[in-house]
């Protein structure tokens, strides 16, 4: 039987077994290799640098729970509203799932994502992206008041529910009232959405808004 | 003339000074004495332990600008709508401040607010406290649509701006469409406090919220 060939998404998953092992800090390129099999030459072959193969390896984790999401955003079968409390559920279930799971490879992850800004960025772009979807289908249902144009309202839900997907916050999602509070903030928002604009206020300063 | 009184705020106000100094990996009781010109015993007489002078100089740290939110939160003269966008103003210029103005001496009250979770604690209940109470003002007076009580609705909007308030996103403020970002989310938070609660949704799983 021929060897299995080496793709890049076997590499990832070396990858990512050994940074489970010996911490993003002494994890090197012969240690994915050795794994494998091969020689270190045939994996900087897929990935020409060490940099390139940590910031892929952390796009792939950053990226694992995309496509389940995307499932929930595109489905039309689903009234806006409902898709949208689905997608920030699922959300915030899964980055308490990667958290609590395995929480060695999620604070190893934590330093590679401090590491990848562009990584990150354009994982959140991703995920705001299908945020946008709903919205716009939202608001072309005329169940979300349009407003500010999809992207940047898809923008502020995701920043209003920050609290509740940004690993930085991982340590508060194990207390017991986090659910509840999550439900507040998740209605608060939909209420938003769902609301007229506000009126002009009589304020002398409300112009300066 | 007779040398200062020692006073709790002397303490802090030196204890501050040393960390600013040196970090507060290396700042010592002794430290601080010495800045006062008086044993550390005199300082121990105030503080039991060095980690009791470490949670009061934290505690300071956080509660500077809390006397002028109050002043927002209080004024009876402003109406709530305008009252809580002031005062959600308010709370990110001044973390903002404090992170852009000395970033080392933030970087070293990050690692101290992380070991001090009940002097955290108590600085944002006294912040919510005071969200509340614009927010019973703003039920009481029409603006905002009762649901959840004042305190559950205040918790939700305190956790829907964090990421405009809480340090570990402090590196996200120097960003140039971070201003712009605020202004959708507190709009959208406004929105959704002056918003009638959202009805019975169609959908059959809507009973499961």
Redesign the interface.
């Known amino acids: 039987m021929p060897p299995e060939p080496l793709t890049r998404e076997r590499i990832l998953q070396a990858t990512e077994e050994v940074l489970r092992r010996h911490g993003q800090a002494k994890a090197t390129v012969v240690d994915v290799a050795r794994m494998l099999g091969v020689s270190h030459g045939s994996v900087y072959r897929h990935f020409p640098t060490k940099a390139a193969l940590r910031e892929a390896v952390t796009g792939r984790w950053l990226d694992r729970t995309t496509g389940a999401l995307a499932d929930i955003a595109q489905d039309p079968a689903?009234?806006a509203?409902?898709r949208l409390?689905r997608w920030l559920d699922a959300l915030f279930a899964a980055k308490r799932r990667k958290a609590g799971e395995d929480p060695e490879l999620f604070a190893t992850y934590l330093v590679l994502t401090s590491e990848a800004a562009e990584v990150v960025d354009a994982h959140i772009a991703v995920l705001v992206g299908q945020l946008a979807r709903i919205v716009a289908d939202g608001m072309a249902a005329g169940t979300f008041?349009p407003g500010?144009d999809a992207a940047?309202?898809a923008?502020?839900?995701f920043?209003?529910?920050?609290?509740f997907h940004?690993p930085?916050?991982a340590g508060e999602w194990q207390h017991p009232e986090i659910e509840g509070?999550f439900?507040?903030?998740r209605?608060?928002?939909?209420?938003?959405?769902?609301?007229?604009?506000?009126n002009a206020?009589?304020?002398p300063?409300?112009a300066a808004?």
């Open positions: 689903v009234p509203a409902e409390t008041t500010e940047t309202t923008r502020a839900v920043d209003a529910t920050t609290r940004d930085c916050h509070q439900a507040v903030v209605e608060l928002v939909l209420r938003g959405l769902c609301a007229p604009a506000r206020a009589p304020w300063n409300a808004e």
